[in-house]
């Protein structure tokens, strides 16, 4: 099975690992403070982030590990921005294992390792 990790780099996880294993077909991974989002941030500590902050979504063709996959990242009208890599979103974006995604400027940021064949 696939799966993503993420490595919390700052915010109120730093230092942090946590291990989301992927669904075989298209899904949204939420990012935010809201309680239903798969990748939650403190709702004191991480002020930066909105309740909906961004999205990453997932969509796999055939077996994991095989097959076409397609990472994208969207900000969901957040308050304060989504950054990739140090650049805003403007648009929807894809993106690869080893990207810094950034929730506002000065928030929390994240790094993702995606892995396949767990």
């Not at 696939?2 to 899904?27: C, F, N, Q, W």
């Not at 403007?90 to 294992?97: C, N, Y």
Request: one cysteine or more.
């Amino acid at each position: 099975m696939a799966r993503l990790i993420v490595r919390h780099l700052t915010g109120s996880k730093a230092g942090s690992d946590e291990i989301i294993p992927l669904p075989r077909y298209v899904s949204d991974l939420k990012l935010g403070r809201e309680a239903g989002c798969e990748i939650r941030f403190d709702p004191k500590d991480d002020s930066a982030v909105s309740r909906h902050h961004a999205a990453i979504r997932w969509q796999q063709s055939g077996n994991p590990g095989e097959g076409a996959s397609a990472f994208t990242l969207i900000d969901l009208m957040s308050s304060n921005g989504t950054y990739l890599n140090g650049h805003r979103l403007e648009a929807p974006a894809m993106i690869k294992s080893g990207d810094v995604i950034e929730l506002g400027r000065g928030g929390p940021s994240i790094r993702l390792t995606i892995e396949f064949g767990m």
